[in-house]
């Protein structure tokens, strides 16, 4: 790591109260978040792919 490298980092929530945190981060996703998450992953790879194209500065940094 460093500041040299630029990071795109997608989150989990919390997990609920009566379930593991190991076991909410690695249990497979329902149909709802699978739908999210195909929409941040368009998402991002826009802004990966623009980052590449015009270069990241700290005015087109940005947290979604």
Known sequence: GGEQFIRFR???DAPPE???L???VLST????EQKILSE???QTT???LSGVTNG???ETE???
């Open 29 to 32: 996703f329902n149909e709802a």
């Open 56 to 58: 990241i500065t700290p």
């Open 10 to 12: 997608i989150g989990v």
């Open 40 to 42: 941040i992953i368009a």
């Open 46 to 48: 826009k802004k990966v």
């Open 22 to 24: 190991e076991k909410w």
């Open 62 to 64: 940005r947290r979604d």
């Open 18 to 20: 009566n379930i593991p």
